[in-house]
């Protein structure tokens, strides 16, 4: 029996590689300039009805949504981008609405106000930041979140730079709820989120200059209203010379002096897109919270940044590293 | 702003016009009066070139300076538009906090950072209407700075260039140097939802709103002052090194001009007659070829100078002096032995029977007889000694540093080789003798004139002896009466300088109804012992004391007078020149000053030229004739025919008349060979287009004979004797048809 010990050892082994959960983050041989897809779980059937995909315009953050979303959809998915002129819009929403699809996909701000038009048809929008402000959220318009998930975002974070305690994050304003799940994940990777509220870029420039010495990074959010190509290098200068950790939205951002690019997964949206899409059918309302987080987070991490700051990546994020 | 700099810079760029306007006619008009003030004559080239040269220094300094000012100026303008620039971005920095958020204390620290630049005078952070301040700072010392809201139109403009670009700065000028920098206060957003457009490679919409202004004052006053400061010394520098410039330019320039310079005392001296000059040919190239060609031509002057002298001082046909340069250096030997004492010789030589071969042998002949003459003098008399021709048949000499006795010797020496020398001409030989008067020079304060009628009077007398031989002059000589009068060179002298001549006219009788009275002017000379003297007793006189000339002037003078008197332009006066016209300049001047003075037509006057005169100075003649008979004056040849002489001449000058010589005309009536002479005379004339006139008519059938042959006008006593009362004058009836 002892002679046959190893054999079981190894037996077990085995069987235990075999049952491993699959890892969330897929691992690519080469960290590219674009961040590499996440494979998620498996996911359910798509729903039966046919859906109308409405897309604001022709950039790759709105075609790679609708090109996943058409994926998955097949032949239910009908797509339509909005034109330049308003008469040609509205013509088109009056195809929709005539149609017989009952549930429509807005990709971006302008496809989501065009469909809030829309009175009797279920609406998922995505690639929104800022649904507050334009009162997009109700009981038949809800969205997916822009932002990528906020726990393994920090937890990146958190495993790169251990010693991160504080970080600080300023927005504009009616961002509540990402805000308020922004703290939660935080929290649970043991990092205290201060969130300041401004309404302009200098304000922001100026509350950023403010707080620096009560954290130690910023989380870069891409709240257009309060950004400006000047601030944002200003803000990244200042983080710079003042030591402080930034995590951007943008891969661009890290020649600038950003030490982490989180971006969300376009095949994530799409699968929480068809997700709500499905738990919505045939409801009157469209069940499940306004804003349906992301589960992916790409990251890019820049090399210089890090060995500035003294840190050392984990393994499992090397992959990740990329000096701009 | 700009349109401001620009008026400026106009209003300079006129002003400076107009100064170095002013400058330059004050200028000229100092340059003006100096040149009065110093009669100095013209200006040095060297001076000119200095001259131009501060000017010119001058006029650059100006524009030098001007335009450092102009450049200094907008250079402190543009730096302060920089600066402005740059302190609208750091107060946007220390305000923003301000309007955007509750952090205003640090705006207040900002403002003491203010303190540390002096030019900041004041700065207002204004609202979003640009009307009321919502924080300002000022300046210690300033409270109120004059530049206070922003206009409608200011926020306008402000607005309007928003877009087009990053931060429009508008720029205000005002008074004591100073600018007043408005610029919008703006927050910006971006345009695009979420940024998921966003790169830095592309350009970002941004939205733009304005939350307030900020309105800056600066001071450059400082600076300004500081740049006239520098501008100052640096023009008081270049002012130094310019004058140190121009006198070493001065010096540099007048070194250089130097060969030119030194032209100067050479060029002066020859053009007050000195040509005894040289100029030098050394050194550069230009000088060299300057002074080579000074050289060439003061050679060229010394050469015809001399020549001139030569002409001025010697007989054209022996080349021997003249008798005014002879007189000269008589004068000259005369003060030497008053001075030195000693004793020299005079010698006047005298050729007996000169005309006879003259009018045998013909003019040439007599020509070359005094060549040889001259000739045998010269070979005997020593370098030092003087040989004078004094006209006609008359030598001089001056035979320098003899005594009576060795005089003596050299008087009996000439005799005798004299009497050796034979004269050929053709088969014949001719023996020539002339008769010598010798005087004794011993007195320097006598006059040439005292010794030469000394001379004179000793020739006489040699022949009064009988020729052939030298007489020794004795102060007991008593003159020959009619040749000789005691003074009577004074006499003639008077008589010219008084008009104590007087004029009488002997008319030429027209023998084919010619309408106009033509009348020939003869002199006489009162006289107290024989009422009066004929042309014959003085002429020679006037010869040899060269008197001829002034005569000559005085008959024709007087001539136009007599003819404006008349007031009648048939009058014609035919007037007798000697052959001192040829030589005299002033003659034919003369002529054509008295035409323009009197009323006479040119056609009133006839000059006559004895043919002797006129052959003997055949190409001297020329010139003086044309120039004459170009005033319309017409010319006769007197006593035409007597002598070996031919038509040949006479077609080289225009000659309107020839009066026929009197021995042609006496016999014409019994004497073939005259009669054919006249005939072929009066033939050829008429070919010729000239006149004849046949002079010493004697009777009426000698004039019935001349009208026969064709003759135009006769003259003689049995037509008319001379007359001094012209008016009076008529021709005989009988002859006038």
Same mark, same amino acid.
């Given at each position: 029996m002892y002679r046959r010990l190893p054999y079981l050892v190894l037996l077990l082994s085995l069987l235990a590689a075999c049952s491993h959960e699959q890892p969330k983050f897929i691992e690519q041989p080469v960290p590219a300039k674009v961040a590499q897809p996440v494979v998620v779980a498996p996911i359910a059937a798509p729903p039966s009805a046919e859906v109308a995909i409405l897309v604001?315009?022709?950039?790759?953050?709105?075609?790679? /949504?609708?090109?996943?979303?058409?994926?998955?959809? #097949?032949?239910?998915?009908?797509?339509?981008?909005?034109q330049e002129s308003p008469e040609q819009n509205l013509k088109l929403l009056a195809d929709i609405a005539k149609s017989q699809r009952s549930q429509v996909v807005a990709i971006g701000l302008d496809a989501a106000l065009t469909a809030k038009k829309l009175?009797?048809?279920? /609406?998922?929008?995505?690639?929104?930041?800022?649904? #507050?402000?334009?009162?997009?959220?109700?009981?038949?318009?809800?969205?997916?979140g822009m932002l990528p998930s906020f726990g393994k975002s920090f937890a990146a974070w958190k495993a790169i730079s251990p010693g991160l305690k504080q970080i600080a994050i300023i927005t504009g304003p009616g961002l509540d709820e990402y805000v308020k799940k922004a703290k939660e994940a935080a929290k649970a990777n043991g990092i205290t989120l201060l969130h300041r509220e401004v309404n302009s870029d200098m304000e922001l420039l100026v509350e950023y200059k403010n707080i620096a010495n009560k954290v130690q990074g910023y989380w870069l959010w891409p709240d257009n209203r309060v950004l400006s190509n000047v601030v944002m290098r200003e803000v990244l200068t200042f983080s710079m010379r003042s030591g402080k950790q930034v995590v951007v939205f943008n891969d661009d951002l890290l020649e600038l002096g950003g030490m982490i690019s989180i971006t969300s997964d376009y095949k994530d949206i799409a699968n929480n897109v068809i997700k709500r899409l499905e738990l919505a059918e045939g409801k009157t309302t469209i069940p499940g919270p306004v804003i349906e987080p992301l589960d992916v987070a790409n990251l890019r991490i820049n090399t210089l940044m890090v060995k500035r700051f003294g840190l050392t990546v984990p393994s499992k994020y090397r992959k990740y590293l990329d000096a701009p | 702003m700009h349109h401001k700099i620009g008026l400026y810079g106009k209003r300079f760029i006129t002003g400076f016009i107009g100064f170095t306007s002013q400058l330059r006619m004050k200028g000229a008009e100092v340059a003006q009066n100096a040149e009065k003030i110093s009669n100095k004559g013209p200006r040095s080239l060297a001076n000119r070139m200095l001259l131009l040269q501060f000017f010119w220094a001058v006029a650059?300094?100006?524009?030098?300076?001007?335009?450092?000012?102009y450049a200094a100026s907008s250079v402190i303008e543009s730096s302060l538009r920089n600066q402005a620039e740059g302190w609208v971005g750091k107060l946007d920095e220390i305000?923003?906090?301000?309007?955007?958020?509750?952090?205003?204390?640090?705006?207040?620290?900002?403002?003491?950072?203010?303190?540390?630049?002096?030019?900041v005078v004041g700065v207002r952070y204004l609202d979003a209407n640009g009307k009321d301040v919502v924080v300002e700072y000022n300046r210690r010392g300033e409270d109120k700075t004059g530049f206070l809201k922003i206009d409608t139109d200011a926020r306008k403009k402000i607005s309007a260039e928003l877009a087009a670009q990053g931060r429009p700065i508008l720029y205000e000028k005002g008074d004591d140097d100073r600018i007043r920098v408005l610029a919008p206060l703006m927050v910006k957003s971006i345009a695009s939802d979420g940024l998921l457009n966003f790169s830095l490679d592309s350009t970002i919409r941004e939205k733009k709103e304005i939350i307030g202004y900020i309105s800056i004052i600066l001071d450059y006053g400082f600076a300004t002052r500081q740049l006239h400061d520098s501008l100052l010394y640096a023009s008081a520098i270049i002012a130094v090194l310019m004058v140190l410039a121009a006198f070493v330019g001065r010096v540099m320039i007048r070194w250089a001009l130097q060969p030119l310079s030194r032209l100067e005392e050479p060029l002066s001296r020859l053009a007050n007659g000195e040509i005894d000059v040289t100029v030098e040919s050394t050194g550069d190239h230009e000088i060299v070829q300057i002074g080579r060609a000074l050289n060439t031509t003061i050679g060229a002057l010394r050469e015809r100078d001399e020549a001139l002298r030569r002409l001025a001082n010697h007989d054209a046909l022996t080349g021997l002096c003249n008798r005014s340069y002879f007189s000269e250096l008589l004068e000259k030997e005369i003060r030497?032995?008053?001075?030195?004492?000693?004793?020299?010789?005079?010698?006047?030589?005298?050729?007996?029977?000169?005309?006879?071969?003259?009018?045998t042998y013909g003019h040439a002949a007599g020509d070359r007889l005094l060549v040889q003459i001259a000739e045998v003098l010269r070979k005997r008399l020593r370098e030092d000694d003087v040989l004078a021709r004094f006209g006609g048949d008359e030598f001089v000499a001056l035979v320098r540093n003899v005594n009576r006795k060795r005089a003596q010797e050299i008087g009996a020496e000439l005799v005798n080789k004299m009497q050796e020398f034979t004269f050929y001409e053709g088969v014949d030989a001719i023996k020539i003798q002339f008769s010598v008067g010798i005087t004794i020079i011993t007195d320097g304060r006598a006059t040439p004139h005292h010794y030469l009628k000394q001379a004179d009077m000793a020739v006489h007398e040699a022949k009064a002896q009988g020729r052939?031989?030298?007489?020794?002059?004795?102060?007991?000589?008593?003159?020959?009466?009619?040749?000789?009068?005691?003074?009577?060179?004074?006499?003639?002298?008077?008589?010219?300088?008084q008009e104590m001549f007087r004029f009488y006219y002997q008319p030429l009788v027209g023998l084919k109804g010619q309408q106009n009275n033509l009348f020939e002017v003869l002199l006489r000379l009162p006289d107290t012992r024989h009422g009066v003297i004929v042309p014959g007793g003085f002429f020679p006189a006037l010869e040899r004391f060269g008197l001829m000339a002034e005569m000559d002037r005085y008959v024709l003078r007087k001539a136009f007078q007599v003819l404006e008197g008349v007031k009648d332009e048939n009058y014609v006066l035919s007037v007798n020149c000697s052959g001192h016209i040829f030589d005299d300049f002033e003659f034919t001047a003369l002529v054509g000053q008295l035409l323009a003075e009197h009323a006479v037509k040119p056609q009133q006057l006839i000059l006559e030229v004895s043919e002797q005169t006129a052959v003997r100075h055949l190409e001297r003649l020329k010139p003086v004739v044309q120039r004459l008979t170009s005033l319309g004056v017409n010319f006769a040849i007197d006593d035409f025919g007597a002598g070996f002489a031919s038509f040949s001449y006479i077609k080289q000058f225009p000659v309107q008349c020839l009066k026929i010589?009197?021995?042609l005309i006496e016999r014409i009536a019994l004497d073939m060979v005259d009669r054919i002479t006249v005939t072929s005379i009066v033939t050829m004339a008429k070919e010729l287009g000239i006149e004849t006139v046949a002079k010493f008519v004697p009777n009426e059938e000698t004039l019935s004979l001349l009208r026969e042959i064709g003759v135009d006008y006769a003259q003689g006593d049995y037509l008319g004797e001379p007359n001094p009362d012209l008016k009076v004058q008529r021709p005989r009836l009988s002859v006038v048809k």
């Open positions: 604001s315009s022709n950039i790759p953050a709105y075609n790679e /949504v609708a090109d996943a979303l058409t994926a998955r959809l #097949g032949a239910r998915a009908f797509t339509w981008r909005l009175v009797d048809k279920q /609406v998922i929008f995505c690639q929104v930041f800022n649904y #507050g402000d334009e009162q997009l959220p109700s009981a038949m318009r809800k969205g997916v | 650059v300094y100006i524009l030098v300076i001007a335009a450092m000012w305000g923003i906090p301000y309007y955007v958020s509750s952090s205003r204390a640090k705006v207040k620290e900002g403002f003491n950072d203010l303190r540390n630049f002096q030019e030497r032995i008053g001075e030195a004492g000693g004793s020299s010789a005079l010698f006047f030589f005298d050729l007996d029977r000169f005309k006879h071969i003259n009018d052939n031989r030298y007489f020794m002059y004795e102060p007991d000589i008593s003159a020959t009466e009619g040749d000789y009068d005691s003074g009577w060179y004074e006499r003639l002298k008077e008589a010219i300088q010589h009197g021995t």
